[in-house]
């Protein structure tokens, strides 16, 4: 009798670790997405990715300025979650400027006084629009069929994070603004995030905005500083080191415009023209490095842990990323820096998601 209830109670147990097992294997990756949106590459890609592949529950998009206006990159999410009918994405607007008084108005004489290796500054080099649906109409007609959400990014990054402890990642493939700022107002949050991965920084390759510092980090370097520093439970930094070794070009481009779908018709609007003019045509993809290796980490062929940190102080180095093998100033995080990926089956997946 104590037998046959012994095996009764083993029997349940299985049943339970198994159930619990298949739960916890058909768990979908919880990730926000917090962006300087663009149509297309790079951010666009990368949102495109995250909302068809099944393993991910994309929990919402947020807006930061760096390539574009907040406006420009509300208006931007919003169309293009509508071409992939994805109106249960919610998209939240961010916060204004970076984190140091007068950047924009200053741009024109800081980069006299530290030089650049681009011209390019983003939204900096561009009059802000009035609003997202102003955008909106101008690049698209009508009105958009979603509604951005009645709530901050910043606001939104806690509530959320709060509702899903130790279940989100956080993706600043942006400035880190909205997250500086989310883990200034709500600390609490730190420890529930389940990790960072950022766009972002230049560790053993130069800078591609001024000599020593990638854009992203470059457009707001106090933020970022802010965040590597923070004690996450997992920091994955996918930067220049990485972001420039791969080119999205022609082959690439036939494979995703070969099917007839929205995102193909798209491709061919904006990049078809580019390699008419010229068939060896390529450009960069930065973000959506950072979107496959969330969806699939076995991309991951090199990576490197070193402390971090970003260089705040305003001088020629402003925004320089830097990464100590040993142990590295006080209050420095470790963090894995990318450098390698698994190119095809990068590009398998990217053509993939694409083009469901």
């Given at each position: 009798?104590?037998?046959?209830?012994?095996c009764?109670?083993?029997?349940?147990?299985?049943?339970?670790?198994?159930?619990?097992?298949?739960s916890?294997?058909?768990?979908?990756?919880?990730?926000?997405?917090?962006?300087?949106?663009?149509?297309?590459?790079?951010?666009?890609?990368?949102?495109?990715?995250?909302?068809?592949?099944?393993?991910?529950e994309?929990?919402?998009?947020?807006?930061?300025?760096?390539?574009?206006?907040?406006?420009?990159g509300?208006?931007?999410?919003?169309?293009?979650l509508?071409?992939?009918?994805?109106?249960?994405?919610?998209?939240?607007?961010?916060?204004?400027?970076?984190?140091r008084?007068?950047?924009?108005e200053?741009?024109?004489?800081?980069?006299?006084?530290?030089?650049?290796?681009?011209?390019?500054?983003?939204?900096?080099?561009?009059?802000?629009?009035?609003?997202?649906?102003?955008?909106?109409?101008?690049?698209?007609?009508?009105?958009?069929?979603?509604?951005?959400?009645?709530?901050?990014?910043?606001?939104?990054?806690?509530?959320?994070?709060?509702?899903?402890?130790?279940?989100?990642?956080?993706?600043?493939?942006?400035?880190?603004?909205?997250?500086?700022?989310?883990?200034?107002?709500a600390?609490?949050?730190?420890?529930?995030i389940?990790?960072?991965?950022?766009?972002?920084?230049?560790?053993?390759?130069?800078?591609?905005?001024?000599?020593?510092?990638?854009?992203?980090?470059?457009?707001d370097?106090?933020?970022?500083?802010?965040?590597?520093?923070?004690?996450?439970?997992?920091?994955?930094?996918?930067?220049?080191?990485?972001?420039?070794?791969?080119?999205?070009?022609?082959?690439?481009?036939?494979?995703?415009?070969?099917?007839?779908?929205?995102?193909?018709?798209?491709?061919?609007?904006?990049?078809?023209?580019?390699?008419?003019?010229?068939?060896?045509?390529?450009?960069?993809?930065?973000?959506?490095?950072?979107?496959?290796?969330?969806?699939?980490?076995?991309?991951?062929?090199?990576?490197?842990?070193?402390?971090?940190?970003?260089?705040?102080?305003?001088?020629?180095?402003?925004?320089?990323?830097?990464?100590?093998?040993?142990?590295?100033?006080?209050?420095?995080?470790?963090?894995?820096?990318?450098?390698?990926?698994?190119e095809?089956?990068?590009?398998?997946?990217?053509?993939?998601?694409?083009?469901?």
């Amino acid at each position: 009798m104590l037998t046959m209830k012994r095996c009764r109670i083993v029997s349940v147990g299985i049943v339970l670790l198994f159930v619990a097992l298949v739960s916890l294997a058909g768990a979908k990756e919880k990730v926000i997405l917090d962006a300087d949106m663009v149509l297309l590459y790079d951010d666009g890609v990368a949102m495109m990715m995250l909302a068809n592949h099944p393993d991910i529950e994309l929990l919402g998009v947020t807006i930061v300025p760096g390539n574009t206006w907040l406006s420009e990159g509300t208006a931007y999410a919003v169309r293009q979650l509508e071409v992939l009918n994805r109106k249960d994405i919610p998209v939240a607007s961010g916060i204004r400027y970076p984190l140091r008084a007068g950047r924009y108005e200053t741009m024109e004489v800081e980069r006299k006084m530290f030089g650049f290796s681009s011209s390019y500054t983003g939204c900096f080099g561009r009059t802000e629009p009035a609003s997202f649906l102003d955008v909106y109409r101008t690049e698209f007609g009508g009105r958009p069929t979603i509604k951005p959400v009645d709530k901050h990014a910043v606001n939104f990054l806690i509530d959320t994070i709060k509702a899903n402890p130790g279940e989100v990642t956080v993706m600043p493939i942006g400035p880190c603004t909205n997250l500086a700022i989310a883990i200034r107002i709500a600390p609490e949050i730190i420890p529930l995030i389940k990790r960072v991965v950022y766009m972002g920084g230049a560790f053993d390759t130069p800078g591609n905005t001024t000599p020593s510092a990638e854009f992203n980090w470059w457009f707001d370097p106090e933020a970022a500083k802010m965040c590597v520093r923070t004690p996450f439970a997992d920091q994955l930094i996918v930067g220049l080191d990485v972001c420039e070794k791969y080119r999205f070009n022609k082959k690439i481009f036939d494979r995703i415009t070969a099917v007839n779908k929205p995102i193909a018709k798209m491709f061919k609007e904006k990049y078809g023209p580019e390699f008419k003019k010229n068939p060896n045509y390529t450009r960069l993809v930065w973000d959506t490095i950072a979107a496959a290796v969330v969806i699939d980490p076995a991309l991951i062929t090199e990576e490197e842990t070193r402390w971090v940190d970003v260089n705040s102080d305003y001088g020629l180095d402003y925004g320089r990323s830097l990464g100590y093998s040993k142990r590295g100033p006080a209050g420095t995080q470790k963090a894995r820096i990318l450098f390698t990926i698994d190119e095809k089956r990068f590009w398998d997946l990217m053509v993939d998601l694409l083009t469901k």
